[in-house]
């Protein structure tokens, strides 16, 4: 009998409405992976070795962002350990500061979360290509990090 059990929902095709674009869920080495656009699609090793570049470059210039935005919030060498002449509440409103940090935040959040979608394509070459890009940026740059508040790994047992 199959009073008081729910009904059964039918059996969906696991790529209906996909139009033809399917996710993967572990690490392949495919080279038909779109980046970031449907369009973006390598069509050969040349295309994806250049797809490869264009993630590392995208991680680099993250990294460069970080450095910028930490630079532009450093305080001027002759302040340091000073307090503000002006109170606070009297200070203008500091809009041109505001909207180059705003400007700055824009731009690394728009290649972080490029290098995320990127990454979840599980594509082993993008990911490496982001992992090294990364990589490859801190070594370059993490000096000019350190003490700005946003050194990587500055807690970090191997932080130096």
């Given at each position: 009998?199959?009073?008081?059990r729910?009904?059964?929902?039918?059996?969906?095709?696991?790529?209906?409405?996909?139009?033809?674009?399917?996710?993967?869920?572990?690490?392949?080495?495919?080279?038909?992976?779109?980046?970031?656009?449907?369009?973006?699609?390598?069509?050969?090793?040349?295309a994806?070795?250049?797809?490869?570049?264009?993630?590392?470059?995208?991680?680099?210039?993250?990294t460069?962002?970080?450095?910028?935005?930490?630079?532009?919030?450093?305080?001027?060498?002759?302040?340091?350990?000073?307090?503000?002449?002006?109170?606070?509440?009297?200070?203008?409103?500091?809009?041109?500061?505001?909207?180059?940090?705003?400007?700055?935040?824009?731009?690394?959040?728009?290649?972080?979360?490029?290098?995320?979608?990127?990454?979840?394509?599980?594509?082993?070459?993008?990911?490496?290509?982001?992992?090294?890009?990364?990589?490859?940026?801190?070594?370059?740059?993490?000096?000019?990090?350190?003490?700005?508040?946003?050194?990587?790994?500055?807690?970090?047992?191997?932080?130096?």
């Amino acid at each position: 009998s199959t009073a008081g059990r729910a009904p059964s929902l039918p059996a969906m095709d696991a790529h209906a409405g996909m139009h033809s674009m399917s996710m993967q869920d572990s690490f392949h080495g495919s080279h038909d992976d779109p980046v970031l656009f449907r369009r973006m699609v390598p069509k050969s090793n040349a295309a994806y070795a250049l797809a490869c570049a264009l993630v590392v470059a995208l991680a680099v210039a993250a990294t460069a962002l970080r450095v910028a935005r930490a630079t532009l919030d450093a305080p001027p060498a002759d302040a340091v350990g000073k307090q503000a002449l002006l109170p606070v509440q009297s200070q203008p409103f500091p809009w041109r500061a505001n909207a180059s940090r705003a400007l700055l935040a824009a731009l690394l959040a728009t290649c972080e979360l490029s290098l995320m979608l990127i990454v979840m394509t599980y594509n082993g070459g993008f990911f490496a290509a982001a992992v090294g890009g990364h990589a490859a940026s801190v070594l370059a740059m993490g000096h000019l990090l350190r003490g700005r508040g946003e050194a990587p790994y500055e807690n970090a047992c191997c932080a130096v």
